[in-house]
């Protein structure tokens, strides 16, 4: 019984843990938006994920509280995304 209780303790801290990571850059993004976009972030979607032999590639769509929307992209271990403002007259960004 101790071993099946340990086992469980063990995978909600891993599971924790890759919570904590992908919240981390999620908390960065949202961060670096409102300090050079003056964006206050209201969702992130459209994200893709890939480990990199140079780091974490991340893309994403960021929408604003003002109806804005970025594309935003790290690569390359990047520690800040390249942000792209979308235009008003595209259908998807």
């Given amino acids: 019984m101790r071993i099946g209780v340990f086992g469980l303790i063990l995978a909600i801290a891993g599971l ?22 003056n964006c206050e972030v209201t969702y992130i979607t459209q994200v893709i994920e890939r480990d990199t032999p140079d780091g974490k590639f991340i893309q994403a ?19 800040r995304f390249t942000v792209a403002p979308c235009k008003t007259d595209e259908r998807a960004c």
């Fill in 16 to 37: 924790s843990s890759m919570a904590w990571a992908q919240a981390n850059w999620e908390e960065q993004l949202t961060l670096q938006m409102l300090q050079d976009q």
């Fill in 61 to 79: 769509l960021v929408g604003c509280t003002d109806q804005r929307t970025f594309n935003v992209l790290r690569d390359k271990g990047l520690k």
